[in-house]
């Protein structure tokens, strides 16, 4: 593992003293120190990209027993179960967790993640925005220990990797609902800008084209990643398209919103509209529906990202890095009306 510049490599590399480049790169007064050392100095920390620390010196060179989790949204329960799984291997290692929720904005992922290397963590399990290549370039330049969850890193090849197949899930789920004669079936999604999710829609199509199913039958309707946003698409679809026969959340989140508007409005499931959800939130099981959805094994996904993080820890030599992508499965509740 490339190891951290130090305040010694800053001053060697400038050509003064550790205590000059503390002065400088902690912006202290009272000591005159010359534009031209000043100059120096910072050029110096920006070749050798160094990071300040905020952990006790008496740990350099030491475990933390830190890891840090940032997910990209807290209300999901796909990734606080991730959280939970992880959390459980690393407790029996000894390791405390921080928690971050990055909300999904690439500026908040960023000042996270520089906190994060300024805190000396031993590692980082991330589920990235759409800016995590650029955002995590400092981490592997260091060789900060790091697993990506769920979503990758795009353009970048060399990283440790852990997601469920989405294009999988879209399958599963859209070829059950035509398996038991539904033609006509509306999409909702979140359109998140990030290729790997697409893929739940692409794969919604290419089970349509599968069963001969013209694209004019099916609909597609887009928008934020909120129950808000999936009461709202919910509503839409049902105006737009009052001979649709069933409704494919492609996220659990906006299902949760899409249910509420569909109870609200006197809709009986599966009697008047079939409904197929991926993600497996404690909700979809629970009630008379047992909805029937696409379960993305996101504790296993918690526990190999876990596991994987530690190994790369206590090796003393280098892991190769590894892309572990894991099947989804179908659940079968009674929110699927066989119309055949």
Sequence with gaps: MKQYATLKDVAKLAGTTAATVS???????????SDETRRKVLEAAKQLEYVKSIGASSLKGKSRKLIAIL????????????IVASEEIFVKHGYDLIICNTLDKPERE???LNRMIQQRVDGIILTPTKMGTENTKLLRKVGMKMVVVDRPLPGV???????????GCGYLGANYLFSKG??????????????DLEARKHAF????????????????????FSAEEGCQ?????????????????????????????????????????????????????????DFTHVDMND???????????????QQDDEVPFQHIIQDCSLVEGNSVRDIR
């Design 110 to 112: 960023k000042a996270i």
């Design 205 to 224: 199509f290419d089970a349509a084209e599968s069963y001969g199913i013209p694209q004019g039958h099916l609909v597609v309707a887009e928008g934020g």
């Design 233 to 289: 698409l919910t509503q839409k679809v049902l105006e737009e398209h009052p001979d649709i026969t069933a409704i494919f959340y492609g996220f659990n989140i906006q299902a949760l919103g899409g249910i509420k508007c569909l109870t609200e409005r006197g809709v009986s499931i599966p009697d008047d509209l079939s409904v197929m959800i991926i993600g497996s939130p404690e909700w979809v099981m629970a009630g008379k529906n």
């Design 182 to 195: 539904h033609r006509k079936v509306a999409y909702i999604n979140w359109d998140s800008g990030i290729e």
């Design 23 to 33: 002065y400088v790169l902690n912006q202290k007064e009272g000591r005159y120190i």
């Design 157 to 167: 090849k060399d990283f440790f990797w852990v997601a469920t197949n989405n294009y």
């Design 299 to 313: 504790l296993e996904l918690g526990r190999k990202a876990a596991s994987l993080l530690l190994s790369q820890i």
């Design 71 to 82: 997910i990209p949204q807290f209300e999901n329960q796909f990734f606080t179960r991730i």
